[in-house]
C-alpha cells in the first residue's frame, strides 16, 4: 500500500519580523480613538443624557458646574437668556426665576427668560470674574446683584476665590488662549461625563456624587434650589461667645468696606456700559443678622455707601425690601429663605421691579441676542 504523503511544511521565512511596537501602539491609538468617538456619539443623545446629567469640568466647586450645566441647557431650551440673577447661597435657595418672571410679566406684559446664576461661597469677587464670562457667552439685557455686607469683607469666602479663580479651565477663559485640555472639558461631553468620577478612590467618594446628583436634581432647570428646612430661634441675636459663632465675630468686628471689594463691583457694574441693565439689591435680612457686623447703624452706613457706589458706576440700586415681608416660618435661619419665603420674595421683588420699570426707571431689559447654544 502506498504511504500517505506527509503534508509538505512551509519553509521559514527568516525575515519575518513580529509587529512593530509602533505599528501596535497606532492600532490600540485607534481603537481607542474609535471607542471614545462612539461614547462620545452616545452621550450627545438627548435620551442617553438625560439619564447620565452629572457632568464636570474638573472644578472643586460642584455647584458652579451645576448652575453652568444647567444654564447651558437653559439657554438651549428658550433660545437665550434674558435675566441672570448673581449672588450666593441666599441667592440660590431666596430667588425662583420662574415666580419672578411670571409676576412681572403679569404687571407689565413683558416675558422674559430669567435664570438663577446663584453660587453659595461666592462673594462679590469671583461674581466679578464670572460677570465678565456670562457676558461674553450669553449677553443677558439685565443682570440682578443680589450683594450683602459679608461681600465686602477683606478677609470673606478668601479660600473660595482662590481655589476657584486658580482653577485652569476658569483661569482659561479669563485668556486668549485654550490649552487643549480645557477645550475638551468645554467640548467633550465624554470627559465631561467622566470627570465626576475622578475622585473615585476617596472614601467620600459614593456619599459625595450621590449629594452631587440629588442637588443637581433639586435645581430646577431656571437654576433655582429649594431650601426645605425651617429655622429655629432666628429672632434671638447670635452669641459672641458661643464657641459657633466666634468666627463670625471676629471676622466681621470693627466692620469696614475694603475698597477693593467696591473695584470688584465697579467690575459688575461695568456690563452697564455694553448697554446691559444692572440691577443691586439686598435679601430681606433678619435683624439679627447684623449684630455680627456692629447691629443696624453699621448696615445702614454700609446700604448708604452701596447705594452711592452704585448709581456713581451706571448701575441701578434696589431699596431692600422690609425684613418685615417675610414671616419667620419662610426662613432657614437669620439670612437665607426656604421653599415657602422664596416664592414670596420672587412675587415681592417682581412688583418692585415693575413699580420702577412704570415709574420711568429701568426696567428689566430682555437680551439683544440668542446667545451661546452649543
Known sequence: MAQASQPSQLPAHPHSKPPSLIISALIGLLLFAALAGLLEATLRIPRVEDK???RSLGIYHAQFEIKWFKLQEYVRANGGVDVILLGNSMVNTGINPQVLANEYKAITGEKLRIFNFGIEGLTVAPNADFTSLLMDTYHPGTLLFVTEMRDYAANNGLDVEQQLLADEWVSAQQGTRTPARVWLKSNSSFIQHLLPLRNWSRADFPD????????????????????????ENIDQPPDPNDP?????F??????????????DLKTILNASSQGT?????????????????GGEPAHEDYLSTLKNFVEQNGGIFLE??????????????????????????SKLLAQQLAQVCQSGGACLQPSAGMGETR
Open 250 to 263: 471676629a471676622l466681621f468686628k470693627d466692620y469696614n468696606i475694603d475698597p477693593g471689594r467696591l473695584q
Open 208 to 231: 459625595t456624587l450621590l449629594m452631587n446628583i440629588r442637588r443637581w436634581m433639586d435645581t430646577t432647570p431656571a437654576g433655582y434650589e429649594a431650601d426645605r428646612n425651617t429655622g
Open 320 to 345: 431692600p425690601l422690609s425684613w418685615k415681608l417675610i414671616p419667620l416660618e419662610d426662613r432657614v435661619d437669620h439670612h437665607h429663605l426656604n421653599y415657602k419665603g422664596a416664592p414670596l420674595f
Open 277 to 293: 441693565h444692572v440691577f443691586v439689591t439686598e435679601m430681606p435680612l433678619y435683624p439679627t443678622y447684623f449684630v455680627y457686623f
Open 52 to 54: 447620565l446629567p452629572l
Open 244 to 248: 459657633k459663632e466666634q468666627e463670625n
